[in-house]
């Protein structure tokens, strides 16, 4: 009964790589999110979807791809991996319509990626 | 751009209260929040205030809000070990773009 899961939990990799993460929510939420957590903790937002589509792109190398096959899955593809790209990234999910339930953001348990 | 600014670091003894402190910059923030993560766990949100409250409690929480002054803070009372966190204010104007403050490491001494 996992509301927001993320695979993989950790991921080991070589520089010059590609890796995705992939992530899922059941909580029927219409928006997803990609942050990126650095290792002084500071989380900065990555990209948010609504609705497959996508309504938020930070400034990301466009090495970093996001793909939202359906409402419930948020998958971010990273091309030509680099040491820098060495972080913890979350997926969350939200609600659409107003309110504050249209922001509180529900968090996956994160991916550890480490660039060898 | 929108601004999150927290202290890095609390420390306070078990059973004393704990206050963490934030301030913001976006004056049309419209819902505060605060997070927290466990060690090697994803966010997880405690509370939230809507802009137009000045406090709101819930149970050994309490958040009060100063719009005048952008600054909020979280009050937790009779700290536990298990309170032992990094705890993430973050602001939103409505528009499902939440900005996060850089995380307050709250370390409870038994």
């Known amino acids: 009964d996992t509301a927001v899961s993320q695979t993989p939990k950790y991921l080991v990799t070589q520089m010059g790589n590609d890796k995705s993460i992939k992530c899922e929510q059941n909580?029927?939420?219409?928006?997803m999110y990609w942050y990126k957590q650095d290792s002084k903790k500071f989380l900065k937002i990555m990209f948010s979807?609504?609705?497959?589509?996508?309504?938020i792109n930070e400034t990301v190398p466009n090495r970093f791809s996001p793909k939202s096959p359906d409402k419930a899955h948020l998958n971010l593809h990273i091309n030509s991996l680099e040491l820098g790209d060495s972080a913890v990234y979350f997926c969350?999910?939200?609600?659409?319509?107003?309110?504050?339930?249209?922001?509180?953001?529900?968090f996956g348990p994160g991916t550890r990626l480490t660039v060898l | 751009g929108e601004d999150v600014e927290q202290s890095l670091f609390l420390s306070v003894r078990e059973g004393d209260s704990s206050v963490i402190n934030c301030t913001y910059t976006?004056?049309?923030?419209?819902?505060l929040y605060w997070y927290k993560q466990e060690p090697g766990a994803g966010l997880q949100l405690l509370t939230y205030i809507f802009s137009n409250m000045d406090m709101k409690q819930d149970q050994r929480l309490t958040v009060l809000l100063n719009k005048k002054d952008k600054h909020l803070s979280l009050r937790i009372a009779d700290t536990q070990t298990g309170d032992s966190a990094i705890y993430f204010c973050a602001e939103s104007g409505g528009y499902q773009k939440v900005t996060f403050g850089i995380g307050t490491k709250l370390q409870v001494i038994p």
């Open positions: 909580l029927g939420h219409d928006t």
């Open positions: 979807y609504n609705n497959k589509e996508l309504i």
């Open positions: 976006d004056s049309s923030s419209t819902y």
């Open positions: 969350a999910s939200s609600q659409n319509p107003s309110g504050p339930q249209a922001d509180t953001q529900y």
